[in-house]
């Protein structure tokens, strides 16, 4: 019964460390959609899909961990699935829907799903440090995946979508090619991240997290960019019903 209880406690604070500031980044974001925001269920959904996501993305890394060497391929496979699963549920939950109607919705709803994974996944990092007491070490992993691991894959998935974005008034042969392209570079991304962290000792951590806000800068420069994206005459011909 104790051990179940301390279980449960872990769990509870975990989950609070975990999802609290995950729940900041999204009111960031979502801010920079402000003037045509998104519908409220289709934001839940989208984060809720995230967080499916990670259960969908763990077998599949495991998979894969027990038929390649602990490397840089494997870290570039564990990268790759979680781009690949988040633009997959993405798709699934809203992205095929008319729920998106404007070029800047693709990174709004993929940094959606991305903070739902995320939010997960540091819940279960920072669940053994609780379960095993050690709220100080709890507290301090919470912040550096805060601070890190979140934005690395609001950023990677903010890639993806800025390039779906680019090729919203285009074919759609085009915009496979745009995401096929987003998700290359977003699992680089990734994965150069990961590789840096194992690389560098704990002197030298703030500064890859500092190259992450870094792009982080640039992606709020390119979301400016992506607002002023305007159909073509023909897209308006095509789609802007006619008044009497």
Known sequence: MLELTSAASAALSA??????????WLAFWLFEDWVHPEPNRRLVSAFIAGIFCVIAVLPLQQYFSARLEFGTALILVWAGIEEVMK???AWIVVLRTRA?????DFPVYLITVALGFAALENSLFLFSSSLAGDVIDSAITGNLRFIGATLIHVLSSAVIGGALAIAY???RTRMILYGIVGVILATALHA???LLILATGAEAIL???LGIWVGIVFMLLAFERIKLIRPPHWWERMFTPKRN
Do not use: H
């Open 15 to 24: 989950s609070v460390i975990g999802f609290i500031p995950v729940f900041i």
């Open 87 to 89: 633009l997959v549920f």
């Open 100 to 104: 998106l109607d404007e070029p800047i």
């Open 169 to 171: 008034y285009r074919s």
């Open 192 to 194: 150069g991240f990961n």
């Open 207 to 209: 500064t890859v997290f």
